[in-house]
């Protein structure tokens, strides 16, 4: 995908096309000074249920005003309404005093953030304002919660299983801590508003055999955060649920490499993100919506994690989303996005940069 939307770049007149380690593209146009990034990541998740499709999941089939397959709304549809809209903005004048970058990143479904991370800090590219394109159903999103991953480990003595009284079961020692979790998630949910959440995502244990005393156990967390949970909040929060026992946390790093063969690490502390209606680009891209759809824009917050996590979380750049498509189809079978959201889009973005 990445070489397709390289030619096609090229072929719309581009001024200039860069990579970087991680394997994303970046179309840039115009040279202005205020500097504005549109982001859309390439990669999907998996399709293990092909068979249950009523279209082909990589066939891009069009029914009934609505184009089927994996990646339609997840995110594909904005990534080719982005790449079109800069070839718009080549002719409809939105490249006076601007230098505009059409990202399509990669790595984002498996290490959130880290191929837009690694293709701004890689090609050295300083921005005033990003949008992440990311499904919208043509809403504005103005922020989102943050997301971590933490373990936590407890370590036991392995015996043998007719003798348990022998060992030290190390799953065992994890239950006071499992019943922590589930009274925290208790209370998160009972928040108003816009709440945090904790689940516990997986559990594994070691032992010689299936007859043996388990002699450690690991858990893993999934933490959705507001803007108050920071890393400070985080720690005591942590701290709290292995309180008094010999059990151990830790943030979970996530290890791979990208399809380059360029090495990838995730430290899966990714922090909430918000932009106030009264930021320039917020107030710009409100007024784009107007103008183009002589309504007021519907803001919200996206309750997933998407690549602001670099751009407004960990670098601290101005961030909104808009996108084609409906986020509760991403990675669902029969996947799909409404035709004229991509249209739509398009439109919207050639012509924000004018309100910035």
């Given at each position: 995908m990445a070489w397709r939307i390289r030619r096609e770049m090229e072929k719309l007149g581009y001024d200039d096309v860069l990579c970087d380690g991680s394997g994303s593209v970046i179309g840039v146009l115009g040279n202005g000074p205020y500097h504005i990034l549109f982001d859309s990541h390439m990669d999907t998740v998996a399709v293990t249920d092909e068979t249950k499709w009523t279209y082909p999941p990589f066939g891009g089939e069009i029914?009934?005003?609505?184009?089927?397959?994996?990646?339609a709304s997840d995110m594909k549809g904005s990534l080719a309404a982005s790449v079109y809209a800069g070839a718009l903005m080549k002719k409809n004048g939105a490249l006076d005093g601007k230098t505009v970058y059409i990202s399509c990143s990669a790595l984002e479904e498996d290490y959130d953030g880290e191929g837009t991370y690694q293709a701004i800090t890689e090609n050295n590219i300083k921005l005033d304002a990003v949008v992440i394109c990311e499904p919208t159903?043509?809403?504005?999103?103005?922020?989102?919660?943050?997301?971590?991953?933490?373990?936590?480990?407890?370590q036991g003595v392995s015996a043998h299983g007719a003798a348990p009284e022998k060992g030290v079961n190390a799953v065992y020692k994890m239950a006071e801590i499992i019943d922590r979790i589930h009274n925290l998630?208790?209370?998160?949910?009972?928040?108003?508003?816009?709440?945090?959440?904790?689940?516990?995502?997986?559990?594994?244990?070691?032992?010689?055999?299936?007859?043996?005393?388990?002699?450690?156990?690991?858990?893993?967390?999934?933490r959705r955060t507001t803007m108050e949970e920071d890393e400070a909040y985080l720690t005591k929060e942590m701290d709290e649920l292995v309180?008094?026992?010999?059990?151990?946390?830790?943030?979970?790093?996530?290890?791979?490499?990208?399809?380059k063969g360029n090495p990838v690490l995730l430290h899966s502390l990714l922090p909430?993100?918000?932009?106030?209606?009264?930021?320039?680009?917020?107030k710009g891209a409100m007024a784009c919506y107007e103008a183009l759809f002589a309504e007021k824009p519907e803001l919200y917050y996206w309750d997933f994690s998407t690549n602001g996590v670099a751009t407004a979380g960990k670098l601290h750049i101005p961030t909104i989303g808009f996108g084609a498509g409906i986020e509760k189809m991403a990675?669902?079978?029969?996947?799909?996005?409404p035709v004229e959201d991509i249209i739509q889009a398009c439109e919207y973005f050639s012509r924000l940069p004018q309100y910035l």
């Amino acid at each position: 995908m990445a070489w397709r939307i390289r030619r096609e770049m090229e072929k719309l007149g581009y001024d200039d096309v860069l990579c970087d380690g991680s394997g994303s593209v970046i179309g840039v146009l115009g040279n202005g000074p205020y500097h504005i990034l549109f982001d859309s990541h390439m990669d999907t998740v998996a399709v293990t249920d092909e068979t249950k499709w009523t279209y082909p999941p990589f066939g891009g089939e069009i029914h009934d005003g609505k184009i089927y397959g994996r990646g339609a709304s997840d995110m594909k549809g904005s990534l080719a309404a982005s790449v079109y809209a800069g070839a718009l903005m080549k002719k409809n004048g939105a490249l006076d005093g601007k230098t505009v970058y059409i990202s399509c990143s990669a790595l984002e479904e498996d290490y959130d953030g880290e191929g837009t991370y690694q293709a701004i800090t890689e090609n050295n590219i300083k921005l005033d304002a990003v949008v992440i394109c990311e499904p919208t159903h043509l809403k504005i999103s103005v922020g989102q919660r943050g997301r971590s991953v933490f373990c936590i480990h407890t370590q036991g003595v392995s015996a043998h299983g007719a003798a348990p009284e022998k060992g030290v079961n190390a799953v065992y020692k994890m239950a006071e801590i499992i019943d922590r979790i589930h009274n925290l998630s208790d209370r998160l949910m009972q928040r108003e508003g816009m709440h945090g959440s904790i689940v516990l995502s997986k559990i594994e244990s070691t032992q010689v055999s299936v007859n043996a005393v388990p002699d450690s156990c690991t858990i893993y967390i999934d933490r959705r955060t507001t803007m108050e949970e920071d890393e400070a909040y985080l720690t005591k929060e942590m701290d709290e649920l292995v309180a008094g026992t010999d059990a151990t946390w830790e943030v979970y790093d996530v290890t791979g490499e990208s399809y380059k063969g360029n090495p990838v690490l995730l430290h899966s502390l990714l922090p909430a993100w918000e932009i106030k209606e009264e930021h320039p680009l917020a107030k710009g891209a409100m007024a784009c919506y107007e103008a183009l759809f002589a309504e007021k824009p519907e803001l919200y917050y996206w309750d997933f994690s998407t690549n602001g996590v670099a751009t407004a979380g960990k670098l601290h750049i101005p961030t909104i989303g808009f996108g084609a498509g409906i986020e509760k189809m991403a990675h669902q079978t029969d996947e799909y996005c409404p035709v004229e959201d991509i249209i739509q889009a398009c439109e919207y973005f050639s012509r924000l940069p004018q309100y910035l």
